[in-house]
């Protein structure tokens, strides 16, 4: 059980990590213009809706990729107990749908 519980707090990391290096080299990639304001929710539809389609499937395989090493982390860690990496694999998917 502690096994489980360690691994789904590993491949919660790793998984994160993973979605984070891989979002950092999508921006060296496809640059935010200079001057957006977050807050703004007006420039956040525009950024949006300019997106190139290859950025935008960028950061859908970097979730694909991030929930397929976190999960398999998750049950390195717990010796093989499939429940972890699937709790790991869901928390990142819905952290990848919010």
Partial sequence: MLRTILGIIVGAVVGGAVVSCWDM?????????????????EQ???????????????VAAGFG????AGSSAAN?????????????AVLLFAGAMW
């Avoid at 990729?65 to 397929?68: K, W």
């Fill in 44 to 58: 956040l539809k525009t950024l949006m809706l300019d997106m190139p389609l290859p950025a935008i499937l960028w």
């Fill in 65 to 68: 990729v991030g929930i397929f």
């Fill in 76 to 88: 390195w860690v717990a010796k093989g107990n499939s429940v972890a990496g699937w709790i790991v």
């Fill in 25 to 41: 080299v999508g921006h060296k990639i496809w640059p935010l213009p200079p001057g957006i304001d977050f807050d703004d929710p």
